[in-house]
C-alpha cells in the first residue's frame, strides 16, 4: 500500500470495536449499585420506610432490627463496591455477588420472613447466572499500595456515614451530645466499643451493630487487598527490552517516540512473528499505548490485535496518546477507533537550521547576551562521559526537577546515563563561577533519545535556578549546531499540544467558534503552559508533525485524559513518600515533549 501505510494481513483483516461495555453487564452494575444504594438508605435513616419509598424499602434486606440494619449496611456498601467491577465485566466481581446476593436473600427471609425480599435479591441473581459468560474480565494489575489506599478512603466514608447514623435519631438520642461526642462514637463504635452516645430503646443495639459493620467492611477489605497475590504495575523484563532495541536498530527511524518505548514501567505486547510491538500502561481501568507501534509497519495490524485482544481480555479501555498520522490511520482502520488531533511536534531540519535572519533575532540575541556572560556549552554522547561527570549531570537533573512528584510516560525515558542508552545525546551549559556548587561548573543539561540513526529526540530540559533566563535557547542552538558532528539531521523538540487551535484563533477572520476555543486554551495556559510552549517551540521555525490520540468513543475521553493525567505524573492517587526517605534514580519527566515545564516560563 502507497505512502508506507500496511495494507490488512489476513490475520487482521476483522474490525476490532475493542471491549465496548456489553449492555447486560452495564445494566447489572447499576441494577447491582440502585440496590446498594437503597439498602444504605434502609439501614441508616429510620424513617426510611415511612416514606414514599415505603413499597420499594420493605422488599430490601436488614430495614427493620439491630441485625438486619448492620446486615443491609454491609450489603449495600459491599454491593456499591462491585457495581463498577460488574460494569467493566470482572469475573471476581461476578463471583462476589454470586455469593452476596443470597446470603441476602436468606437473611432476608430468616430477619423478615419475607419471600417478596429474597425474590428481589434471586431477580438480580437469575440474569448473573444467566449471562455468566459476559464476566470474563481478568483482573488489572495491582500492588499493595491499593490496601492503603482502601483503608482511607473506605475509613474516610465509614466516619461521614458513622456520623450520619449517629445523627439519624435525634428523637431517641439522650440529652443533646456535640459533634466531638459523636465523632467519638463513631470511631469507638467502628472497633466495636460503646461510645459517649446513648440512646433509648433498642437503637443503641442498631447504631452499634451498624457501626461495627462497617468497621468490619473496612478491615476484611483492606486485609484482602493487602495479603492478595500481587501483580505489580507493568515492568519491560530484559528479554523485551533485548527485542525492542533489535526492533528500534532496523525501524526507529519512523517515529521519534520509539525510544521512549524502552521505559522500564511500560508493559508490552508483540505481533505474532515479533516483527513489531506496541508498548503501554495500564493506569485506572485504561490501557494507554504510547506512539505508533514499533517495528515493521507491514507488522503492526498483528500487534495492535494483541493490545486489543489483551485489552478485551482484561475489559481495560484501550487508548493512544501520540500517534502520528500513519500510525492512527493504522490504528484506526484496524480497530475501528476513532481519532482526535491532539497537538503538533516541532521537529527542526538541522540542515535548514540558521540564526541568520529576521525571524531569529530573538534568540540570536539571547544566546549572544548569555555568552557574553561567560556561558560554554558542550554536547556529547553518554558513552564519552566519564562516571563521575555523569553521576554528577544525574544528581544535578533529579535536584532540579521543580517538582516532588515524578512525570513522564509517553514522551521521556524516565532515566539517565545507563549503560544500554550510550547514543543519547547530552547537552550541558558550564559557568566557572568564583565559589562552586554541590554540582561543580554545571548550570543546565538537556538530554536526548536516539530517533533512529539520523535524528535525535528531546527527552528533558533542567537547569539551576539560579542560572540566567535563556538556558534552554542556548542549549537547543548548541545541539542544533553540533548535530552535523553526530550524523544527526533532523531533531525534534517540543510537543505543543492543541498547536493549530492556538496558531488558527489568533489569525484573522477566525470565526467566534475557533476564536472562543483559543481563549480557553489560553486561559488553562495559567496552569498547564499550554500557549507558552507552543510560542517556546515557535522561535526555532520548525516543521510541524501532527500528533493524534486514538480511543473508543467520546464518553471514554475524560477517563482516558485522568488517565493520562495519572501516568504524566500530573495526578497522583498515591500517597507519596516524603522526599528523604525516596530512593535517589536518575528519572526524567516530559518537560519536552509531554508537557510543559517551568523551565520553558523561565526561558
Known amino acids: 500500500m502507497s505512502d508506507g501505510v500496511p495494507s490488512r494481513s489476513s490475520t487482521a483483516r476483522r474490525k476490532f470495536h475493542g471491549p465496548r461495555p456489553e449492555a447486560v453487564p452495564s445494566l447489572i452494575g447499576r441494577a447491582c449499585a440502585l440496590v446498594g444504594v437503597l ?23 436488614g430495614s427493620l432490627g439491630p441485625f438486619a440494619a448492620a446486615l443491609s449496611l454491609s450489603t449495600g456498601v459491599l454491593l456499591l463496591l462491585l457495581a463498577h467491577g460488574l460494569k467493566r465485566r470482572k469475573r471476581r466481581a461476578w463471583r462476589a455477588a454470586v455469593a452476596l446476593l443470597p446470603a441476602g436473600a436468606i437473611a432476608q427471609f430468616a430477619y423478615r420472613h419475607s419471600i417478596v ?18 464476566f470474563a474480565a481478568l483482573p488489572d494489575p495491582r500492588s499493595r499500595w491499593r490496601a492503603l489506599a ?28 456535640s459533634i466531638a461526642d459523636r465523632l467519638t462514637h463513631v470511631l469507638y463504635g467502628l472497633f466495636g466499643f460503646e461510645g459517649p452516645v446513648d440512646y433509648q430503646g433498642n437503637t443503641s443495639w442498631t447504631v452499634a451493630f451498624s457501626l461495627g459493620a462497617l468497621g468490619w467492611i473496612t478491615a476484611i477489605t483492606t486485609i484482602y487487598l493487602a495479603f492478595r497475590p500481587e501483580h505489580p504495575a507493568a515492568q519491560l523484563t530484559e528479554k523485551d527490552e533485548s527485542q525492542l532495541r533489535e526492533l528500534l536498530a532496523k525501524h526507529g527511524r519512523r517515529d521519534s517516540l520509539g525510544h521512549f518505548a524502552l521505559r522500564r514501567d511500560k508493559a508490552v505486547v508483540f505481533s505474532p512473528s515479533g516483527k513489531a510491538a506496541v ?56 480497530t475501528g477507533l476513532d481519532a482526535l488531533e491532539l497537538g503538533d511536534e516541532a521537529v527542526v531540519d538541522v540542515a535548514d537550521f540558521s ?26 554522547r553518554i558513552r564519552d562521559l566519564g562516571e563521575a561527570e555523569l553521576d554528577r549531570i544525574r544528581r544535578a537533573a533529579e535536584d532540579w526537577r521543580g517538582t516532588d512528584t515524578e512525570r513522564g510516560f509517553s ?28 554540582y561543580g561548573d554545571l548550570k543546565a543539561i538537556l538530554h536526548f533519545v536516539p ?48 498547536r493549530s487551535a492556538l496558531a488558527r484563533g489568533e489569525k484573522i477572520g477566525a470565526g467566534p467558534v475557533l476564536r472562543a476555543w483559543r481563549g480557553l486554551l489560553v486561559f488553562l495556559s495559567r496552569w498547564f503552559q499550554i500557549e507558552s510552549l507552543y510560542k517556546f517551540n515557535a522561535k526555532f521555525q520548525p516543521r510541524w508533525e501532527p500528533r493524534f490520540v486514538v480511543y473508543r468513543a467520546s464518553g471514554d475521553l475524560p477517563r482516558i485524559g485522568f488517565a493520562a493525567m495519572q501516568a504524566e505524573g500530573f495526578v497522583s492517587l498515591a500517597l507519596p513518600l516524603p522526599r528523604f526517605l525516596r530512593r535517589r534514580t536518575p528519572v526524567a519527566r516530559p518537560c519536552a515533549h509531554g508537557s510543559a515545564e517551568r523551565d520553558v516560563r523561565a526561558a
Not at 439498602?39 to 434486606?61: N, Q, W
Not at 496518546?321 to 484496524?334: A, K, L
Not at 540564526?355 to 556529547?380: D, H
Not at 532515566?415 to 542508552?421: E, K, L, P, S, T
Request: glycine share 10%.
Open 355 to 380: 540564526l541568520a535572519g529576521r525571524a531569529m533575532r530573538n534568540v540570536r540575541q539571547m544566546v549572544k547576551r548569555i555568552e557574553r556572560a561567560g556561558y560554554e556549552t558542550r554536547v556529547r
Open 411 to 438: 514522551m521521556a525515558l524516565g532515566r539517565i546515563g545507563d549503560a544500554a542508552d550510550g547514543d543519547c545525546l547530552v547537552a550541558t551549559a558550564h559557568k566557572a563561577d568564583e565559589e562552586p556548587g554541590p
Open 150 to 177: 482502601n483503608f482511607v478512603l473506605m475509613g474516610a466514608g465509614s466516619v461521614f456515614l458513622g456520623l450520619v447514623i449517629v445523627s439519624a435519631h435525634p428523637d431517641r438520642t439522650v440529652g443533646d451530645p
Open 117 to 134: 425480599g429474597a425474590l428481589i435479591s434471586v431477580a438480580l441473581l437469575v440474569p448473573l447466572l444467566r449471562h455468566r459468560n459476559e
Open 39 to 61: 439498602d444504605i438508605a434502609a439501614g441508616v435513616f429510620p424513617r426510611f420506610r415511612h416514606s414514599r419509598m415505603h413499597t420499594l424499602a420493605e422488599v430490601l434486606p
Open 451 to 498: 530517533w533512529g540513526p539520523d535524528g535525535a529526540s528531546l527527552d528533558l530540559m533542567r537547569r539551576d535556578r539560579a542560572a540566567d533566563p535563556g538556558m534552554n535557547e542556548l542549549l537547543i542552538v548548541a545541539a542544533l549546531q553540533a548535530a552535523p558532528k553526530f550524523g544527526v539531521t533532523r531533531v525534534s523538540l517540543n510537543f505543543a499540544m492543541f
Open 279 to 334: 508498548t503501554y500502561r495500564v493506569v485506572s481501568g485504561v490501557m494507554l499505548a504510547s506512539g505508533d507501534p514499533i517495528g515493521d509497519v507491514e507488522a503492526w495490524p498483528g500487534a495492535i490485535e494483541r493490545f486489543m485482544d489483551e485489552a478485551k481480555a482484561h475489559s481495560w479501555t484501550p487508548a493512544v496518546m501520540g500517534c502520528s498520522e500513519t500510525g492512527g490511520e493504522v490504528w484506526t482502520r484496524e
